[in-house]
Every structure is written in structure tokens, then in C-alpha cells.
């Protein structure tokens, strides 16, 4: 039931004006399972990235990847969090373990696949992203 739920909160995630009701929701699945589950983790670490709470997001990511060493999304989240908050070093090994899952990751590749609504923030992950040192 967990992993349904989280993969329905990605869409509140979506809509700002549901972002706290997601986050709400997440850390209730976290609480009711009794064992860690890496997409409630992944997924909160993705709610306090797209509501600009670095920090936080880095906290939950890094037990995502604990969890799951090969989440290549848990990894990508992290080195983009790791480049938001000028972390170049920590940003590049995160990178690095990217193109070990995913070897055809690169900038150009988010730019086709960006899946938000709007593409406000892109030049921002972007920016982060060659912090990282992705391929063009």
C-alpha cells in the first residue's frame, strides 16, 4: 500500500498548493512502515527539492541511496542537490555514480526529458548539473 501511495503523492508534488498535504502524507507512510522504504525517502528528499529546502532534501536522498545504491533517481536528486548547494566535490562523485547506472545521462538528456510542468527552475538544475560535471 506504501509504494502506491508514494507514487500518488508524486503528482501532488505538481500542484504548490498541495506540496505540504504530500509532504504530510510521505513522512505518514515513513511512520506507518516498519520497514524503510526508499521511495518514501526519495520522494520526500524530492518534495523539500522542489520546495527549495536543500538541506532537508539531502538528509532524506542520502538514506534513499543508502537504502538503494542503484536508485538512479535517488542518485540524480542528489548530485542535483549536492550542485544547488555548491558542493562541487560531493556533486561529482554523485555524478560519477550516475553515469555508472544511466552512462547516457547528460544535459542535454534532462533538457529533452524535463518533466515539470514549467521550466522555471531548468537553468537552475541545469547550472547544478555542470557543477556536477554532466556531459553536455
Known sequence: VALVQCSCYL????NSLLMDEASTHIKQGIRLNPLPVVHHFKYLGRFYYASGQYEKALI???KAVKLSPDNGLANLLLAIVYG???RKEDAQASARKILEIWPYWSISFLKKSWGYRTKNNLPKVVDAMRKAGFPE
Open 60 to 62: 532524506e536522498l542520502k
Open 84 to 86: 544547488l548547494l555548491d
Open 11 to 14: 503528482k501532488y508534488l505538481e
